[in-house]
């Protein structure tokens, strides 16, 4: 059981979305659909373009969620690499060991590197340098 509520019901019970009126569809009293009703979704999709290509409107979806990654990869390192030094510039100013604030340091620059390689595209190698970045200041955090 995944937690998902349709997780556990058997697929000869399990609704579908275009019923008529809302009332549950079994597998057994489903009519047999030929391919031409599977494809209305598509056809009403079509006419809302007005004939524009399914690839174009696919590679603006590809493009859009491409912006948002970067966006998310750059502030996420940027917000990471805020913390990072500031959490080293209070410890600078604690009675902490030199080693904790050389970490949240490290890790606060290592962030920034992430912030950079995201917003150039690079959003996987931007992933694991925050992570990388995060564990360097978890090992301050350790050291204090």
């Known amino acids: 059981m995944s937690g998902r509520p349709d997780s556990d019901l058997t697929p000869d019970t399990?609704?579908?979305?275009?019923?008529?009126?809302?009332a549950p569809e079994t597998m057994e009293d489903a009519?047999?659909?030929a391919p031409e009703d599977l494809s209305e979704a598509d056809d009403e999709h079509d006419d809302e373009h007005d004939g524009e290509h399914d690839d174009e409107h696919d590679g603006d979806l590809l493009e859009e969620q491409a912006r948002r990654a970067r966006w998310a990869a750059a502030g996420t390192g940027i917000v990471l690499a805020l913390a990072g030094t500031a959490a080293a510039l209070l410890r600078v100013s604690g009675t902490a060991p030199a080693l904790v604030p050389v970490a949240y340091a490290?890790?606060?620059a290592v962030c920034a590197l992430a912030a950079v390689l995201g917003a150039?595209?690079?959003t996987r190698r931007a992933l694991w340098a925050a992570v990388a970045g995060v564990m360097i200041m978890a090992l301050g955090d350790q050291f204090d």
């Open 14 to 22: 399990q609704t579908s979305p275009d019923t008529a009126e809302g």
């Open 120 to 122: 150039r595209g690079r």
């Open 31 to 33: 009519p047999e659909r």
């Open 106 to 108: 490290c890790g606060a």
